[in-house]
């Protein structure tokens, strides 16, 4: 080694590593998963058939973020997953098919695919730059020349 250098060597088969590789991965996928923008103009149930997911609010104020609205047999379902805790307190996914009409839902709002797609690409690069950034200071911190 060097005199007056710092010498940072990280294997990659190290468990430390695997372990923040892991995490690194999870919080991206996190991260990519969340950025949802809705249309600011609510549809009619009409409208919304068959277009994708969505936010449903009801009348009774029950928000549900949902797959998919289809119609079958002249009534329209809302099809969404929600997570529901079971006898031994453990909890797991349903799928659920719920029947709906226009008078117990107050409004729907579609996913606007291009803002989403647009912020998810904001977040991914923003992501990116604040990695690169921090690790320049940190190489910049640790790293010492005399």
């Not at 190290?14 to 809705?38: A, D, E, H, N």
């Not at 973020?65 to 809302?78: A, G, H, L, R």
């Not at 695919?113 to 990695?131: D, N, W």
Request: with cysteine.
């Amino acid at each position: 080694m060097l005199h007056g250098y710092i010498d940072i060597n990280f294997k990659n088969n190290t468990p430390f590593m695997k372990k923040r590789s892991i995490t690194i991965v999870l919080l991206v996928t996190i991260l990519l998963q969340s950025c949802v923008v809705y249309q600011p103009a609510p549809v009619i149930l009409n409208q919304a058939h068959d277009k994708g997911k969505g936010k449903l609010i009801r009348d009774n104020g029950e928000e549900i973020k949902f797959k998919n609205i289809e119609f079958s047999d002249s009534v329209y379902y809302v099809k969404y997953r929600a997570r529901i805790k079971n006898i031994e307190g453990e909890y797991h996914w349903n799928n659920y098919l719920v029947p709906i009409t226009s008078e117990n839902v107050s409004v729907i709002f579609l996913k606007d695919r291009k803002k989403s797609g647009l912020r998810t690409a904001g977040l991914i690069v923003g992501v990116s730059v604040g990695i690169v950034v921090f690790t320049i200071v940190i190489i910049e911190t640790f790293y010492i020349v005399e």
